[in-house]
């Protein structure tokens, strides 16, 4: 700003109220300064002036898999529409990674953010709630006690998939799991009593961590064997889509063979070459209410902790429509 001063022939203050576009000095001086600016290559310094500024605000989103479809939905939801306020986002990977979700909360934290929203974090509770009384902190997929949240009712889902797969009568059924991800636990107790309830015979459980190539193995193991389930639950449609290429591979289709539902409604289940029922829910409206927890704690810091819980919903599509009445061996003759 000196140099810009000193090139222009006008004060520092001068130019720091044209680089403001501040009406205290004329139209024409401000022109002359900003044509003085541009011609040096100035760019103000952000982080001085959000430091400057106490009305500025700038939050760190991170999610844990950057390649997770909803994890595009829910940062819609945050950053699209957003208040009058004056808020930036930096956005950050963990990429499935408990150690790399750490190393960019400390990235974060250094570039004095003034709130951290947390996507389906990989993080420990206590790790999560202690960053919250660093920062006000927002866990989107967690239940976390004395941090604001926001979730899907994971159980729900779990029994709507359950009672769903149940009505076609299935005997044996499967499900793969989200390992420590975000909701995967809720899902799997859910769907697993309610279908013991329902009187199901046998339900596989195999382990996955919401990625595609997960679904895809976990399904190859499945269908490796004469005798597979009619009926699959993937606990996220990533790995449903893996399911669906396994199947693919040994012959088999979903709605025909055996029946399929996943969790969570991405863009790609309702093309008509996959048609994957699934349980919905609203991700925009989850990272609105993000948006919204982040700066009422930013404002009201000693403010009580808030959990919103979204209902889901079955969309029922092919790959459950066809219900089973053979075993898979008749199934396939």
Do not use: W
Request: proline letters at 3%.
């Amino acid at each position: 700003m000196d140099d810009i001063a000193a090139r222009a022939g006008v004060s520092r203050g001068a130019v720091s109220l044209a680089l403001r576009r501040s009406p205290k000095i004329s139209e024409k001086t401000t022109a002359h300064i900003l044509e003085v600016a541009k011609e040096m290559g100035y760019r103000p310094n952000v982080i001085a002036s959000r430091l400057a500024a106490a009305d500025f605000s700038t939050f760190g989103v991170l999610v844990s898999d950057l390649h997770n479809p909803i994890m595009a939905d829910i940062v819609d939801g945050i950053v699209l529409e957003a208040s009058e306020a004056r808020i930036e986002t930096y956005l950050a990977s963990g990429f499935n990674s408990a150690d790399r979700e750490r190393a960019m909360v400390e990235s974060f934290l250094s570039h004095r953010v003034k709130g951290i929203v947390l996507l389906g974090s990989l993080l420990g509770e206590s790790e999560i709630r202690e960053l919250s009384r660093q920062v006000p902190t927002v866990a989107v997929g967690r239940r976390i006690g004395g941090v604001d949240c926001v979730s899907v009712d994971d159980e729900a889902g779990g029994r709507i998939a359950a009672e769903h797969l149940m009505g076609h009568s299935h005997a044996r059924m499967a499900h793969i799991d989200g390992g420590d991800g975000a909701g995967a636990s809720l899902r799997r107790e859910a769907f697993l009593r309610a279908a013991a309830n329902s009187g199901c015979d046998e339900v596989l459980l195999l382990r996955g961590d919401y990625t595609q190539e997960s679904g895809y193995r976990c399904a190859r193991e499945l269908f490796a064997h004469g005798q597979y389930p009619t009926g699959i639950f993937a606990a996220n449609d990533l790995m449903a889509l893996g399911v669906l290429g396994a199947a693919r591979e040994a012959g088999l289709t979903a709605g025909l063979d055996f029946e399929l539902i996943g969790f969570d409604n991405i863009a790609i289940a309702a093309y008509d070459y996959v048609s994957l029922t699934t349980i919905s829910y609203s991700r925009q409206e989850m990272g609105a209410s993000a948006r919204e927890l982040i700066l009422g704690r930013s404002i009201a810091p000693d403010s009580p902790f808030k959990m919103v819980e979204l209902r889901p919903e079955l969309i029922v599509r092919n790959s459950t429509r066809k219900a089973l009445a053979l075993a898979p061996d008749a199934a396939g003759e």
